[in-house]
């Protein structure tokens, strides 16, 4: 196995000698527009040193950054360990940390050199593989589906320690429709796992009539039960913070109150899209009030604190009907699979990546900063040279002024006022607000072709082509590959050829069959896939069994949603039109 030396970007720097993690056979390590180090996050020096001593490190595929004379290279700096898409300050980035008593500690014991293989069987991988998946299917009524939506697939394929991902489905009870969202969070999960609780609430409140408002309100003000709005429908891992739920409760009664006030009670319809921009807005900026506020309860101030210096991005769905909104926050993806004629696949996006990439995003950042800021603002692909994402909840380092800053840390709970990461101010910190969480909202009108819609945050398009992954979930929902007879046109085939054919048709066959999910068909696909577009059992043994600390190298946390379409209550719902 080889090692290859150390090439840090920029101003990166590493002590002479320095070698990168060997690569896996066949699997590269992780390439995106990203600093490697910054992005791959190499195992802390406090969680390496526990896999030599317990002799794990000869078994494993890949290590930690070396270097000769005894240093660990390119450890994290002394910020959130979970801070996966930022790129530290130089200032803050302390690169080689010695151990204390290193030589001796290391001089203590004896290690085998040679790498052993070590591969899962593929019971154990599905296990891995099936572990979080969940499915539901949209009831009948009278033996028939009235939904537009036959049901849903969703699965999680974590990287991080603890996953940084999460994902939310739930069925609107007072309106139409139901909500679908995956959200990626950074700088660890307590952004992501907030906005997973409670943005379909303020989705689901800004959707409803002024008289259903009015319904709820009175029944808190008397004590009464309350309307159900949301029927959740979540895998038993989905967890939910019940500590913070008063407070969460009554931020959300503040919206629904000012909802209220402002509505004269006249029976317009409630524009959808304007809805969903109300919703991520309000809830954002309900998480920097509560952060500013703080609470007596100290659990609680620090939870409230974590949300807000954390961060996530978000892609939710709504369907309603043959309406289909997309509400985009940051660079995770919604792509619609649309059947041909000819049964072919093909991918509409629907939602656009909030990132360097994106050159209408690049001018929106210029024109809201003074020129002399032009460039500073997006340095080497990233918000003032350190948030990959150029929208996001929380993240309030982007957003708060530099006294409310120091005032909120310099009053906050010891944990984090020790942060160093708290008390970083991003270099050429002039006009804030950098960041917003204002979505981009894409509407499509469904059509008969349009077999099923994939939620996806960036560790599956990093990983695979768009066009990949409508063809996949395609061939997985309808079985075409399998039943389509073997075309070999005016060729001479040889035995020998038929017979390779056949073979690959059994293993994709298969495959099929092994996974009741079409997300964890995806996932399957998108961790084995070889060079060739198959999974390859080796390759997706390899990739499963890297120790947490360094699967983060070689891929992201994963999270996919798969929303399969009726394509003949569609159908139904544009004859009735015409």
Request: glycine fraction near 6%.
């Amino acid at each position: 196995m080889e090692r290859r030396r150390c090439a840090c970007p920029g101003s990166w720097s590493c002590p002479p000698g320095a070698v990168m993690p060997p690569r896996l056979p066949g699997i590269p390590v992780r390439t995106s527009s990203l600093p490697l180090f910054s992005d791959a996050m190499p195992a802390p020096t406090q969680l390496f040193f526990p896999l030599v001593r317990n002799c794990e490190l000869s078994r494993i595929y890949g290590t930690a950054c070396y270097c000769h004379h005894k240093h660990l290279c390119c450890s994290p700096p002394y910020i959130p360990q979970n801070r996966l898409r930022y790129t530290p300050h130089p200032a803050y980035a302390t690169f080689c940390r010695p151990r204390e008593n290193w030589w001796q500690y290391t001089q203590g014991r004896r290690y085998a050199s040679t790498p052993q293989k070590f591969y899962l069987t593929p019971p154990q991988v599905n296990s891995i593989l099936k572990a979080n998946e969940y499915s539901f299917k949209v009831p009948e009524f009278d033996g028939k589906n009235v939904s537009s939506i036959l049901g849903f697939d969703s699965n999680q394929l974590p990287a991080n320690a603890p996953i940084e991902d999460r994902r939310s489905a739930a069925t609107c009870l007072q309106t139409r429709g139901m909500l679908l969202g995956v959200f990626d969070g950074h700088a660890g999960c307590a952004c992501s796992q907030a906005v997973s609780e409670r943005l379909f609430y303020y989705i689901a409140v800004s959707l409803l009539p002024h008289e259903t408002l009015l319904e709820i309100e009175n029944a808190v003000e008397s004590g009464r039960a309350l309307l159900p709005i949301l029927q959740w429908h979540k895998h038993p891992n989905d967890y939910f913070s019940k500590e913070a739920s008063k407070l969460y409760f009554n931020s959300l009664r503040t919206y629904w109150q000012e909802l209220i006030d402002l509505n004269t009670g006249e029976s317009a319809d409630i524009d959808v899209k304007e809805a969903l921009i109300n919703a991520f807005k309000r809830l954002d900026n309900d998480i920097s009030l509560e952060a500013q506020v703080g609470d007596p309860n100290s659990f609680l101030n620090y939870l409230v604190l974590r949300v807000a210096f954390s961060g996530a991005t978000a892609c939710v769905a709504h369907v309603d009907g043959v309406d289909l909104h997309v509400a985009n926050t940051g660079d995770s993806r919604a792509m619609l699979g649309v059947q041909e004629e000819d049964g072919s696949w093909s991918a509409v996006t629907l939602s656009n990546d909030h990132n360097a990439q994106n050159e209408r995003e690049l001018e929106r950042l210029k024109l809201e900063h003074p020129k002399n800021e032009a460039k500073s603002v997006v340095k080497q692909d990233r918000l003032l040279g350190l948030l990959m994402p150029f929208r996001a909840f929380g993240d309030v380092k982007f957003k708060w002024s530099i006294d409310l800053q120091k005032r909120v840390i310099e009053s906050g709970p010891d944990q984090l006022n020790d942060n160093e990461y708290t008390k970083f101010i991003p270099p050429n910190y002039h006009t804030p607000p950098y960041l917003t969480a204002e979505p981009e909202v894409t509407y499509h009108r469904l059509r008969p072709q349009d077999k099923f819609l994939v939620l996806a945050t960036d560790g599956l398009w990093e990983t695979m082509h768009r066009q990949d992954v409508v063809r996949i979930v395609g061939e997985y929902l309808t079985g075409m590959h399998h039943q389509q007879p073997i075309a070999v046109g005016g060729y001479k085939v040889t035995l020998g050829q038929m017979h390779g054919l056949l073979t690959e048709r059994r293993a994709k066959m298969s495959s099929v069959f092994e996974d009741q999910n079409a997300a964890t068909h995806l996932i399957r696909h998108a961790v084995g896939n070889n060079e060739f577009g198959a999974v390859d059992h080796e390759r997706l043994s390899k990739m499963l069994s890297l120790p947490e600390e360094l699967a983060r190298m070689y891929r992201d946390d994963i999270t996919i949603i798969v929303v399969q379409f009726n394509s003949h209550v569609v159908g139904a719902y544009q004859n009735q039109e015409q």
